[in-house]
């Protein structure tokens, strides 16, 4: 059975008035731009401020709408964790609504358990093994081309890889890995055209003027969807061709189009293309920070680099399995703390459905609630120096993200967690295996120390460094 004939209205879509939010104290918001711009330019210190001065319920304004932020751990897990079925994702991520619907994330309560369930076949263990393969084939030959003993942009550098590395891991193309040349170098070109395509989808979300009026980013992006939908139809019947034809199988997107949940209900074609074209957004901007911040820890921190080329050194050059990545204990804490001090999603959205108590006030329904991985993870109480990189904080004998169940929560938690963790934890190892088994890293002239946050945080200057053969 089709899933779109088990699915019920959603609750979340219908729209509610603009609560009554006069009783939650909170700064003063100046008309129309409201604290967009100092949120923009430093978001922490801006929310930091207000719990210093108003406690940890607050109210502000941002790009037009008013919304509650409830800060520390215990609302993170309540407002995650949603035990009563009061918070919609959809209505709260409504900014990037217009281009990415009826995603994942972009669904709410009994629906989003049916596509979850549906698309957690696509992440099964079997299937992880034939990702890592294809990754590792690709990291190995896209590393190697990076210039050595010569400064280059990191960051730029990194976002067009994992770029690459969806061409052939999550969509299938056979980007030179294999003998047809000839082949490749037209899937390489298709390639391209889909990520510039989903470049311009992606730059449509932060665009300032929210209609695809001519001339806007949002134009661009909607006629880039438009396109994306077609060309990931197209992909269907292409991929589905192979797979009847006794290959293939090995990629995300045909994982997609075979995958079903328990009881055999699966995607219509339309649902496929939703959910693929709001995956690749999900996984690549977040994954391109992670790999970036690494970067900036193990050229800032070469005694931890030493210590994760050991670890790389002892699995032998052997092929990566999802065994051999188990054993990676200490490049898994760099990792960790690289998320825990740059998340790459700090802040997250939700839209009350009813009213709901919390910090002594009542909130109304239709309230923006904003709850905060991010602060939490920087917070004094829960982390010991909470701004030094001290990534043996995740070691057994400190634990310190045992401190409270939602003390580390880069990728969130609840209905929502990140379904993608496993593949990030994987393409990260995957990458520093690819990296330090050949190169070495040290920072170059400019090399950043500032990062900007928003709207996907960000070195400034793009992260200068050096390689050099290890
Ligand atoms: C370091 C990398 C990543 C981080 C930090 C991250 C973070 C997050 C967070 C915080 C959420 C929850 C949002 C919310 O509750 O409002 C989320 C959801 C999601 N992520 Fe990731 N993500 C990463 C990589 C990936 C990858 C690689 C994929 C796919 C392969 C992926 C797919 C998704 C999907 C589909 C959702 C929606 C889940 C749902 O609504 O049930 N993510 N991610």
Redesign the pocket.
């Known amino acids: 059975m089709a899933i779109a004939d088990l699915q019920d209205a959603q609750p979340s879509t219908r729209e509610l008035p603009p609560p009554d939010l006069s009783h939650i104290p909170g700064p003063a918001a100046p008309p129309l731009i409201g604290h967009t711009v100092a949120i923009v330019k430093d978001g922490y210190a801006f929310h930091r401020t207000a719990i210093a001065r108003y406690g940890e319920v607050y109210r502000y304004r941002m790009f037009g709408n008013q919304a509650v932020a409830l800060s520390g751990p215990d609302a993170l897990e309540f407002v ?1 964790m949603d035990r009563d079925r009061i918070f919609s ?1 959809q209505l ?2 409504d900014v990037i609504r217009r281009l990415f619907s009826r ?5 709410d309560f009994d629906d ?1 358990r049916r ?2 369930r549906i ?1 957690q076949a696509a ?1 099964k263990s079997p299937a992880m093994a034939d990702y890592l393969a294809r990754m590792n084939v690709e990291l190995d030959r896209l590393v190697a081309a990076w210039p050595v003993d010569a400064s280059f942009r990191f960051y730029p550098a990194v976002k067009a890889l994992t770029l690459r590395l969806g061409g052939a891991v ?1 969509m299938g193309f056979d980007t030179g890995s294999g003998s047809n040349r000839a082949s490749a170098t037209a899937e390489n070109a298709e390639i391209d055209r889909i990520n510039t395509a989903f470049i311009e989808e992606v730059r449509a979300t932060v665009g300032l003027v929210r209609s695809p009026l001519p001339f806007t980013a949002m134009r661009r992006g909607v006629r880039s969807r438009a396109w994306l939908n077609d060309r990931f139809a197209r992909l269907i019947a292409e991929r589905r061709a192979r797979v009847a034809q006794g290959g293939g199988g090995d990629d ?1 997107f045909t994982q997609m189009c075979l995958a079903t949940d328990e009881d055999g209900n699966r995607w219509s074609d339309d649902e496929i293309v939703d ?1 693929f074209n ?2 690749l957004m ?3 901007d ?2 391109s ?2 790999l970036a911040k690494m970067a900036w820890a193990l050229a800032a921190h070469p005694e931890w680099q030493a210590r994760l080329a050991d670890e790389v050194a002892a699995l032998d050059g052997a092929p990566l399995t999802l065994d051999s990545l188990n054993r990676l204990e200490q490049t898994e804490w760099v990792f960790k703390e690289a ?1 825990r001090l740059m ?3 700090p802040f ?3 839209r009350a459905m009813q009213a709901f108590d919390w910090g002594g006030y009542r909130i109304p329904a239709g309230t923006r609630v904003q709850v905060s ?1 991010g602060l939490v993870m920087a917070s004094p109480e829960l982390y010991t120096d909470p701004d030094r990189f001290d990534p043996e904080r995740f070691s057994p004998d400190r634990a310190e993200d045992r401190r409270h169940r939602f003390a580390w ?13 496993n ?3 994987m ?2 190892k995957a990458f520093t295996v690819a990296l330090l088994s050949r190169r070495r890293l040290a920072p170059a002239d400019g090399s950043a120390t500032a990062w900007r946050r928003l709207p996907i945080p960000q070195p400034v200057g793009g992260l200068p460094v050096t390689l050099t053969v290890a």
């Open positions: 995650l994702s709260g991520w995603g994942l994330m972009l669904r989003h596509h979850r698309m992440f999550f995300f959910h709001f995956l999900a996984a690549h977040t994954t920070t992670a998320l998340p790459p999603v997250l959205p939700r991985p929560a880069p990728f969130g938690g609840g209905a929502h967690k990140c379904i993608g963790m593949f990030a934890t393409q990260v």
